[in-house]
T-cell receptor, first 113, second 116 residues
Framework: AQSVTQPDIHITVSEGASLELRCNYS??????LFWYVQSPGQGLQLLLK??????LVQGIKGFEAEFKRSQSSFNLRKPSVHWSDAAEYFC???????????FGTGTRLQVFP | GAVVSQHPSRVICKSGTSVKIECRSL??????MFWYRQFPKQSLMLMAT?????????EQGVEKDKFLINHASLTLSTLTVTSAHPEDSSFYIC????????????FGPGTRLLVL
């Protein structure tokens, strides 16, 4: 069965610093991968997605992610974090043969001024 | 585009009563919608997949008779928590699948249910 691992439960960065959130997946074929962001008490907003093609994907709010098949990873990056980026970030993969999303456990990002 | 709404955003009810939560895709048609439950500081747990015009498919361990799902139109799915109890208190989130070249789920803002 497919799975998604987000190794970092909680990350703290200073405003203006660069950010990388890790995501690893297990899936035999080419996965459909997503990053979502959730602010407290809110639903999930799609940041970006990868289906095929260019392995470096640009998303909203200045985020990007790189699909690395050799490492089974889809890490999320941002060159300069803003205080408004503080939120919970979820990596997800579509389960093969279905349309279900399998979520990682999430990474909580805290931003200090 | 691809906006999903939920109503109500927050509901408080007495134990034993039923609560209905609506999920609407506002600017696209969704043949498939999903219902998730999220406990504090945890990830989303898929409860069921709702298909327009047919019965919902429930995940293992989710009680069908307790969580009634209806997907009567291409833009509306409802989740009814029947005979709610305090342990049903949670954050319920729906999503609608946008069928295009790259199928993607778009999420509603969630409904906070508190059962007293």
């Amino acid at each position: 069965a497919q799975s998604v691992t987000q190794p970092d439960i909680h990350i703290t960065v200073s405003e203006g610093a660069s950010l990388e959130l890790r995501c690893n997946y297990s899936y035999g074929a080419t996965p459909y991968l997503f990053w979502y962001v959730q602010s407290p008490g809110q639903g999930l907003q799609l940041l970006l997605k990868y289906f095929s093609g260019d392995t470096l994907v640009q998303g909203i709010k200045g985020f990007e992610a790189e699909f690395k098949r050799s490492q089974s990873s889809f890490n999320l990056r941002k060159p300069s974090v803003h205080w408004s980026d503080a939120a919970e970030y979820f990596c997800a993969v579509v389960e093969g043969g279905t349309d279900k999303l399998i979520f990682g456990t999430g990474t909580r990002l805290q931003v200090f001024p | 585009g691809a906006v999903v709404s939920q109503h109500p955003s927050r509901v408080i009810c007495k134990s034993g009563t039923s609560v209905k939560i609506e999920c609407r895709s506002l600017d696209f048609q969704a043949t498939t919608m999903f219902w998730y439950r999220q406990f504090p500081k945890q990830s989303l747990m898929l409860m069921a997949t709702s298909n327009e015009g047919s019965k919902a498919t429930y995940e293992q361990g989710v009680e069908k008779d307790k969580f009634l799902i209806n997907h009567a139109s291409l833009t509306l799915s409802t989740l009814t928590v029947t005979s709610a109890h305090p342990e049903d208190s949670s954050f319920y989130i729906c999503s609608a699948r946008y069928q295009g070249p790259q199928e993607t789920q778009y999420f509603g803002p969630g409904t906070r249910l508190l059962v007293l």
